[in-house]
């Protein structure tokens, strides 16, 4: 365990408002992993033997064909927990997760940590708020995914990163083209075109990785109806 442990767990809502014992007492479960930008942190079908808490970098959670093709589901970053899902209901992670850039993880093994939380009763009703919220964000997902034209995936993610990074007028993305185009189920040459034209149109300025929202109730317009 770093030193360091007990302040990154401080910093992650799942467990503010711990005391100080209590962050002590999860910082001496915590294995720390290192991982190289590409590298996979497991696999779809891997028994769900522990859960993670992204310390640094950035992890992508994603479903893979046989053909190889992939769908992004998540992107997540430093203070944010993975895989915890599958580890609370005693089934194999149903996706796999690999680190976009190099990442340090915090693991807890799933026998340690159900102990814990026996113990704990606060810490099982924070838990229960993380995935209750998680389960918001891919009934969304699933919804923009399955309903939903291109532009008004885009204009959705738009107001989710607005929200997340509470700014109504200008967000940044925090994964590549490829990536995003991934996450909302496109390709990259159809985003840069959409993109291109919601500019055009006056809704959004687009400068590199940041975007500057630039009419919220036509972004919010097409968001519901997902037409440009």
Request: no cysteine; net charge neutral.
């Amino acid at each position: 365990m770093s030193q360091k442990t007990p302040a990154i767990l401080a910093s992650v809502p799942l467990f503010s408002g711990l005391e100080p014992h209590d962050l002590d007492l999860l910082a001496g479960l915590a294995l720390q992993k290192n991982y190289r930008k590409g590298e996979l942190i497991f696999s779809d079908g891997d028994p769900g033997d522990g859960f993670y808490i992204v310390a640094q970098g950035q992890v992508k959670v994603f479903k893979a064909s046989a053909e190889g093709k992939e769908q992004i589901l998540h992107v997540f970053g430093p203070g944010e927990p993975i895989g915890e899902v599958a580890v609370f209901a005693g089934i194999p992670f149903p996706a796999s997760a690999a680190a976009l850039a190099k990442s340090v993880l915090l693991f807890f093994p799933r026998d340690a940590f159900i102990r814990l939380i026996a113990k704990e009763p606060a810490l099982a009703m924070k838990l229960l708020a993380v995935l209750s919220m998680r389960l918001k964000q891919f009934t969304v997902q699933v919804e923009n995914l399955s309903l939903k034209e291109v532009p008004g995936r885009i204009a959705s993610h738009l107001l989710f990163l607005a929200e997340e990074q509470s700014n109504r007028d200008r967000v940044t993305l925090t994964i590549s083209k490829g990536q995003l185009a991934s996450l909302l189920g496109t390709i990259p040459e159809t985003l840069s075109r959409i993109q291109a034209k919601m500019a055009a149109e006056g809704l959004i300025r687009v400068s590199g990785r940041e975007i500057t929202l630039l009419d919220m109730d036509r972004i919010e317009a097409l968001a519901e109806n997902g037409k440009l």
